[in-house]
């Protein structure tokens, strides 16, 4: 640094970058905890899943690095809070165990407010459960009917179901 010449805020802009920098973190570590503990309390995840589950919670706008996520989720796993499963094309499943669903269950108010931190204004009053629910039928969409050769006559039967859904939901069906 020249003589003169101020030092950075930590995470801000870096002399020589045009202003990009790694910004200011939304959750501090033990937060992050929290979150991923409530993530997988639901089902079970592998770390890339966690960082996308965390990514489109938040609109694109904040997405974990493994370099934040794995260490974290391995330290769950020493603390005994997380066991590691099995999964398909052999990832690791991340998924609650007693002891996690206990250290959860202390700080559920505080895990709560993190899982909400994210959410848009509108939706802040929908439970929690329900919009888990909701990213799982968009996670199902999308795995069904992006990337793949869907036929007409399975995007119509899908279309259906949501529609269905969607018609129970309103008290309609």
Not at 63 to 87: H, K, Q, R
Not at 108 to 131: F, K, T
């Amino acid at each position: 640094m020249k003589q003169g010449e101020q030092k950075p805020e930590r995470g801000g802009p870096r002399p020589g970058k045009k202003g990009k920098g790694r910004g200011k973190r939304l959750f501090d570590y033990g937060e992050l905890r929290l979150l991923l503990l409530a993530l997988i309390e639901a089902r079970p995840c592998h770390g890339y899943e966690l960082i996308k589950m965390i990514e489109r919670r938040f609109g694109g706008s904040y997405s974990p690095s493994p370099g934040v996520i794995y260490p974290t989720l391995s330290w769950l796993e020493d603390m005994g809070y997380a066991a590691i499963e099995p999964g398909a094309g052999g990832r690791k499943l991340y998924g609650l165990t007693p002891e996690g669903q206990r250290f959860l269950e202390v700080s559920r108010g505080e895990a709560d407010e993190l899982m909400r931190r994210d959410v848009p204004p509108h939706l802040r009053e929908v439970p929690l459960e329900v919009l888990d629910a909701m990213d799982e039928l968009k996670a199902a969409l999308r795995a069904r009917l992006v990337g793949g050769e869907t036929d007409e006559a399975e995007i119509a039967r899908v279309a259906e179901i949501v529609r269905h859904a969607a018609k129970d939901v309103a008290g309609e069906g």
